[in-house]
């Protein structure tokens, strides 16, 4: 099984819409971090969270807000969705003292 | 802004050649530098890293070399397969930050032909 996963893997909305974007890990991880991907860029950091109690705006937060339910879990919510928030979304996760990140599958969203 | 790039966006390599991938980066502070593989369809995976003390480090058929006077990095790839085809990144941590953000770069495509 793998040690972490994403819901949907793919995603087709309406602007306007509001959607959610869920992860979930197995690996105890107390760290975990939302990006999203565009084609010929890198990474970049949406929100990210050390544990249950911490929710930190990454450098492309604008639009997106995250929920924390437990350690295993973090979401990702695009409030009202517009057509730039199409994109690849990846969560990833890390051990508290540790820079390596371990990534998800990946959610591909399609904001018409 | 300081940031992480790399040369080439695509690397064409065939088979059973060796590959290398480049990376620079700017900023002088970063002390852990780490490299991820994604093929198409799935999410980066971790290949191999390295920290600012070292210059040098080997893995299964890869090894990352670190120049720190000129702010390189690469990643050798022994003989290449066609499994390792995919887009490679690299990524280096912020030491500036009160924690390690990773900064990543565009990446770039490695294909293998046979």
Same mark, same amino acid.
């Given at each position: 099984?793998?040690?972490?996963?994403?819901?949907?893997?793919?995603?087709?909305?309406?602007?306007?819409?509001?959607?959610?974007?869920?992860?979930? $890990?197995?690996?105890?991880?107390?760290?975990?971090?939302?990006?999203? $991907?565009?084609?010929?860029?890198?990474?970049?950091?949406?929100?990210?969270?050390?544990?249950?109690?911490?929710?930190?705006?990454?450098?492309?937060?604008?639009?997106?807000?995250?929920?924390?339910?437990? $350690?295993?879990?973090?979401?990702?919510?695009?409030?009202?969705?517009?057509?730039?928030?199409?994109?690849?979304?990846?969560?990833?996760?890390?051990?508290?003292?540790?820079?390596? $990140?371990?990534?998800?599958?990946?959610?591909?969203?399609?904001?018409? | 802004?300081?940031?992480?790039?790399?040369?080439?966006?695509?690397?064409?390599?065939?088979?059973?050649?060796?590959?290398?991938?480049?990376? /620079?980066?700017?900023?002088? /502070?970063?002390?852990?530098?780490?490299?991820?593989?994604?093929?198409?369809?799935?999410?980066?995976?971790?290949?191999?890293?390295?920290?600012?003390?070292?210059?040098?480090?080997?893995? !299964?058929?890869?090894?990352?070399?670190?120049?720190?006077?000129?702010?390189?990095?690469?990643?050798?790839?022994?003989?290449? !397969?066609?499994?390792?085809?995919?887009?490679?990144?690299?990524?280096?941590?912020?030491?500036?930050?009160?924690?390690?953000?990773?900064?990543?770069? /565009?990446?770039?495509?490695?294909?293998?032909?046979?």
């Amino acid at each position: 099984d793998a040690d972490v996963t994403q819901t949907p893997r793919n995603r087709i909305t309406k602007t306007g819409k509001r959607i959610m974007l869920e992860c979930s $890990q197995t690996k105890g991880h107390d760290r975990m971090y939302w990006y999203r $991907q565009d084609p010929g860029l890198g990474l970049r950091l949406i929100y990210y969270s050390f544990d249950v109690k911490d929710i930190n705006k990454g450098e492309i937060s604008d639009g997106y807000s995250v929920s924390r339910q437990a $350690q295993a879990k973090f979401s990702l919510s695009l409030e009202s969705a517009i057509p730039n928030q199409t994109a690849l979304y990846f969560c990833a996760t890390s051990e508290a003292s540790q820079e390596t $990140q371990y990534f998800g599958p990946g959610t591909r969203l399609l904001v018409l | 802004g300081e940031s992480v790039g790399l040369h080439l966006p695509t690397l064409s390599v065939q088979e059973g050649d060796n590959s290398i991938i480049n990376c /620079a980066y700017s900023n002088s /502070a970063s002390d852990y530098f780490i490299w991820y593989k994604q093929e198409s369809g799935k999410g980066p995976q971790f290949i191999i890293d390295i920290r600012s003390n070292m210059d040098k480090r080997q893995g !299964q058929r890869v090894t990352v070399l670190l120049n720190k006077t000129v702010k390189h990095l690469s990643l050798q790839i022994a003989a290449t !397969q066609p499994g390792d085809s995919a887009v490679y990144f690299c990524a280096e941590n912020w030491a500036t930050d009160s924690w390690g953000k990773l900064q990543f770069g /565009a990446g770039t495509q490695v294909v293998v032909t046979p």
